[in-house]
């Protein structure tokens, strides 16, 4: 069985600070990763995935994230926050080997931005 | 955009209602999924539809009823619903394939039970 932990549920930062948010996951099989971001009153939006090739994975809007295999880690990283990054993060693992096709969704981690 | 649109986008009803939600995509993909979003819980999934065939179906309630009559199309007929039924009911889109099955959401259907 696929799980994900987001080992917080909010962060801060000030503005033009760094970002990290964490996630640890627990697969059978060989996962895929994602990255998802929600922004107030909209759908999700995939930032960046890992699936089983460059474990450093660059996505949009300056994100990136890596893939950890010892650690069980995919935490996501920017250097510099931007008042537009505060929104819900959500840390996404997918079992393909399994053949099962459906996302399994960390429980989200809400970024504030400060001025 | 992400090509997966939802309709309505607010929707608010009665406990004794019949209402129907709607998502649709143009972007050749073969799988379709009803998420439901509720105040601080995590995404739950409730239906999978592949090949237009329901391959996963998460212990719903039959109060929710869905219906996928071709790969674009896929609905979530209401019916007697409850207050903690209400909630941010997303759809998403995926292609399986090799190197991993993302998915792509709809902006969501806002819900609520009154």
């Known amino acids: 069985a696929q799980s994900v932990t987001q080992l917080d549920s909010h962060v801060s930062v000030s503005e033009g600070t760094p970002v990290l948010l964490r996630c640890n996951y627990s697969?059978?099989?060989?996962?895929?990763l994602f990255w998802y971001v929600q922004h107030p009153n909209k759908g999700l939006q995939l930032l960046l995935k890992?699936?089983?090739?460059?474990?450093l994975v660059k996505g949009i809007n300056g994100f990136e994230a890596e893939f950890k295999k010892s650690e069980t880690s995919f935490h996501l990283t920017k250097p510099s926050a931007h008042m537009s990054d505060a929104a819900e993060y959500f840390c996404?693992?997918?079992?393909?080997?399994?053949?099962?096709?459906?996302?399994?969704f960390g429980s989200g981690t809400r970024l504030q931005v400060q001025p | 955009e992400t090509g997966v649109t939802q309709t309505p986008r607010h929707l608010v009803m009665g406990m004794t209602n019949k209402k129907s939600l709607k998502c649709e995509q143009h972007?050749?993909?073969?799988?379709m999924y009803w998420y439901k979003q509720s105040a601080k819980k995590p995404l739950e999934l409730m239906f999978v539809?592949?090949?237009?065939?329901?391959?996963e179906n998460n212990s719903v309630p039959s109060r929710f009823s869905p219906e996928c009559p071709n790969s674009s199309h896929l609905f979530l007929h209401l019916h007697t619903l409850q207050p903690e039924d209400s909630a941010l009911y997303l759809c998403?889109?995926?292609?399986?394939?090799?190197?991993?099955?993302?998915?792509?959401f709809g902006q969501g259907t806002r819900l609520t039970v009154v």
């Open positions: 890992y699936t089983s090739a460059a474990t």
């Open positions: 996404v693992v997918s079992e393909v080997d399994t053949g099962r096709r459906a996302l399994t």
């Open positions: 972007l050749g993909h073969n799988a």
């Open positions: 697969s059978s099989y060989s996962p895929s």
């Open positions: 539809y592949s090949l237009e065939e329901r391959v």
């Open positions: 998403a889109s995926s292609l399986t394939q090799e190197g991993g099955t993302e998915a792509f």
